[in-house]
């Protein structure tokens, strides 16, 4: 069973925005915080921004912070990625998962892909 799909991603200018989405599995992710992670080519994955799964916290990245909002709809299984202000060294495959703390939990989903020029 699908636990989670992300999509949204695309190619982008510097400065522009995208809006990413991951639709997770209700029975397994209704109530575990989530978080956002990406992955450049030949590099780990990298912590992006997490929120708790009533939404009372989220957490980022220095790299994004400012830039990116994370949130989530509980309602709708979602959780969102919204990426302002973006820049080429954004450009990355990026994943969602349930987290503890800064750390991914359990099998990545198929990502979406970011690509930033300048």
């Known amino acids: 069973q699908v636990q989670l799909v992300e999509s949204g991603g695309g190619l982008a200018q510097a400065g522009d925005s995208l809006k990413l989405s991951c639709l997770f599995n209700?029975?397994?992710?209704?109530?575990?915080?989530m978080g956002w992670f990406r992955q450049a080519p030949g590099k780990e994955h990298e912590f992006v921004a997490r929120?708790?799964?009533?939404?009372?916290?989220?957490f980022y990245a220095d790299s994004v912070k400012g830039r990116f909002t994370i949130s989530r709809d509980n309602a709708k299984n979602t959780v969102y990625l919204q990426m302002n202000s973006l820049k080429p060294e954004d450009t990355a495959v990026y994943y969602c998962?349930?987290?503890?703390?800064?750390?991914?939990?359990?099998?990545w989903g198929q990502g979406t892909q970011v690509t930033v020029s300048s």
């Open positions: 209700g029975r397994t992710f209704s109530r575990a915080d």
């Open positions: 929120i708790t799964w009533r939404k009372l916290s989220s």
């Open positions: 998962n349930s987290v503890v703390d800064t750390y991914p939990v359990g099998s």
